[in-house]
């Protein structure tokens, strides 16, 4: 049943104050090993991983989205899409600071989107990442459209004919170790029985765990393994994931550039997809 639910737009475009995050190596080696990352400088200690910039910022995204989505609503959304610009990789050892911002809502036909930006900044103030994150709430409808959507893809046409894949294994436990990594313990990733109990088969995945597989496959395919090459990388989930199978990303070599864009979706075993719309960027 939809309802109509005041959301509260004049958070928006307000940002919240900044955090400290200090980037410590033991635990950037432990993301990278708890999403199967191939790239040895991110297994040496090196740069973080990409991905590990949402550690940073998830505390402080998930605030600013409370601070848009009324309290009863908030356990009723689903991670849509995340959309991340790199400016330099994290180096481990340093202390970031992190900001949010609600940054609009859009109304769908069965439901409401809410969209939070986070910012990273190093320790001398130089920008690091941008990472925008959709919250999409089923059945609330808001009272209107408010503030900015999510970045735009722009046109990158249908990409090469002649795609490249990636087959990567999740393991039966990836799920318990990217929660130890990453600090997310939702009990759907963790507890089978609760994740039944909302209507899930058993545990599922993290999204965000998914995303740092796909961001392996675009480094691995278009970049020579360099991470420090990867510029944006934006995904929409689109389905569930459960432990233990193998997935497939798919992936094209977008029209124009630089930056070389990439288009990918990826896909589990029995074929369902699970990311679509996938773009990346990388710099020559």
Request: charged share 25%.
């Amino acid at each position: 049943m939809t309802t109509i639910t005041p959301f509260d737009m004049s958070r928006l475009g307000e940002w919240r104050p900044a955090g400290r995050f200090p980037v410590e190596r033991s635990r950037s080696i432990a993301y990278a090993e708890a999403t199967n990352d191939p790239i040895r400088s991110h297994l040496d200690g090196t740069y973080a991983p990409p991905l590990f910039a949402v550690v940073a910022a998830i505390d402080p995204l998930v605030a600013a989205i409370r601070s848009i989505v009324p309290p009863d609503a908030v356990m009723r959304g689903v991670h849509g899409e995340q959309d991340m610009i790199f400016h330099r990789p994290i180096v481990p050892g340093e202390t970031l600071e992190v900001r949010s911002i609600g940054v609009g809502v859009r109304v769908r036909s069965s439901g409401t989107v809410a969209i939070v930006k986070a910012e990273i900044r190093g320790e001398r103030g130089d920008l690091v990442n941008e990472q925008w994150m959709s919250y999409f709430v089923r059945g609330v409808i808001a009272e209107g459209d408010a503030g900015e959507g999510m970045p735009e893809q722009g046109d990158r046409g249908s990409g090469e004919a002649e795609p490249r894949t990636c087959v990567q294994t999740i393991d039966e436990d990836q799920t318990f170790r990217y929660a130890d990594a990453s600090g997310d313990r939702m009990p759907i990733h963790l507890d089978a029985d609760v994740a039944r109990s909302v209507g899930l088969p058993g545990i599922i995945v993290h999204g965000l765990c998914t995303m740092a597989f796909t961001s392996h496959a675009v480094i691995n395919s278009f970049a020579d393994g360099d991470p420090t090459r990867l510029r944006r990388h934006f995904v929409r989930f689109a389905g569930i994931l459960e432990p233990g199978q193998a997935i497939t990303t798919t992936l094209r070599k977008a029209d124009g550039g630089p930056p070389q864009a990439i288009l990918f979706e990826t896909r589990a075993a029995n074929g369902d997809l699970v990311i679509r719309d996938g773009l990346a960027e990388i710099a020559g």
